[in-house]
């Protein structure tokens, strides 16, 4: 049954406000803990660590509507957050153990994951379909505002404080976060109808070929986040000869894609020409500039951030586009499908996870991001198959 949404600005700006808090507090994770892996076991082994998170989160993501039906979905987001606060506390409390640390670190990545696929479907409840573009477009620049800013702050925090440093400011941040949800989500536990199982929800994105495709194209994107973002740019660069302060630098730059386009990029899909022609060409200046950072061995910081700019400009045109065209074809209430889309993560960080660890086994890191390249090679002749959806001028 398709139900008939209604935008409701005040609570998408809450909504924006929270996504935010977590673009900046989660990028001081994002961007360091491969890092902080590779020094307790080797950056050949990093791999392995995610592995078991992306494992984790794909069970939780693929199980989540049981926990939606009996806590609603704003709880569960508090559920998710106040988990990730625990973590990130035990951590603190146990830092001189290093495998602990990782252990729960690695908890609280599956926790994090929950928050993530919480807030859209939080978000998705107070949109309306005509306005996916727009709406998510506008949530994903003021998300990746706070990225923007951390990478420069926690390169700081690290340098001055080191990892000690960057755990307490995430848990910090986490739970502000907690407390703005509760203020601001408190009434919004609304109870889920509708009797749909995970494995219906996977044969019906079978079924919809066009679910299919975009899922197809979502995995790709995660695949280069998995990979490229979270673990091996951080790693190359250090092989490379730059300091913490001057890759903080580096992807403040590289992240400015996200800010600038994204919002204008989901206007466009909205009124002018849908979302196909759009996420190819993102596609394609994603995996040509990915395959590009495996050939460079130079230390120059403008050459690596015009690179890396360009992979976030894909990146970014790939990332609103996607969740344009999916959350016209969703509403609110299809919670299984929006839960397994987001399994796009986990099961591309599963694996890339293989993948990676297999590879560095035989050959040089640098052969991580040709592989990544040539991933994006059947997904973009796939997407061509996708039909677009219809824009305000179109229609």
């Known amino acids: 049954m398709h139900i008939k949404e209604h935008l ?12 935010l808090l977590l673009g900046f507090f989660g990028a001081f994770t994002g961007y360091t803990l491969s890092a902080y892996f590779a020094e307790i076991s080797g950056s050949d082994n990093v791999g392995s660590f995610y592995l078991v998170s992306y494992a984790v989160s794909f069970l939780a993501l693929f199980f989540l509507r049981p926990m ?9 987001l508090y559920l998710s957050l106040g988990l990730s606060v625990m973590c990130m506390a035990l951590v603190m409390h146990n830092s001189s153990e290093l495998w602990l640390a990782a252990i729960l670190l690695l908890a609280f990545l ?10 859209d479907i939080v978000l998705e409840g107070y949109s309306s379909d005509s306005m996916s573009g727009r709406i998510r477009g506008l949530h994903l620049s003021i998300l990746n505002t706070g990225y923007l800013f951390a990478p420069y702050c926690a390169t700081s925090v690290l340098k001055h404080f080191g990892y000690d440093g960057i755990f307490f400011s995430v848990m910090v941040g986490y739970m502000a976060i907690f407390l703005f949800s509760i203020v601001f989500f408190r009434n919004d536990n609304a109870a889920i109808r509708e ?6 929800a996977f044969r019906k994105l079978l079924r919809e070929k066009n679910l299919l495709r975009i899922y197809l ?8 986040y998995a990979l490229v973002t979270t673990i091996y740019t951080s790693i190359r660069l250090l092989d490379v000869g730059f300091s913490w302060s001057e890759i903080g630098i580096i992807y403040t730059i590289m992240l400015i894609p996200f800010v600038i386009l994204q919002y204008p990029l989901g206007i466009i899909a909205d009124k002018k020409m849908g979302e196909k022609e759009l996420l190819i060409i993102g596609m394609i200046i994603t995996a040509v500039s990915t395959a590009a950072i495996g050939c460079i061995d130079t230390k120059d910081i403008v050459i690596w951030s015009v690179l890396l700019f360009m992979t976030r400009v894909g990146a970014a045109t790939i990332e609103v586009l996607r969740d344009s065209y999916f959350y016209k074809q969703v509403d609110s209430d299809d919670t299984d499908i929006i839960a397994f889309f987001r399994t796009a993560r986990p099961v591309a960080g599963i694996f890339g996870s293989i993948i990676s660890v297999g590879i ?3 050959f040089q ?3 991580i991001f040709f592989v990544t390249a040539l991933f994006f090679v059947p997904i973009i002749i ?3 198959g996708l039909q677009d959806s219809q824009s305000e001028a179109e229609r």
């Open 217 to 224: 194209v979502s995995l790709s994107l995660e695949f280069f």
């Open 360 to 362: 560095l086994a035989v």
């Open 382 to 384: 796939s997407t061509f």
């Open 195 to 200: 009797k749909l199982e995970p494995e219906r």
């Open 365 to 367: 890191l640098p052969s």
């Open 68 to 76: 939606i039906r009996r806590l609603g979905r704003a709880r569960m």
């Open 8 to 19: 409701n600005r005040k609570k998408t700006n809450f909504v924006n406000f929270v996504g």
């Open 110 to 119: 599956v926790f994090d994951s929950v928050t993530w696929v919480m807030l």
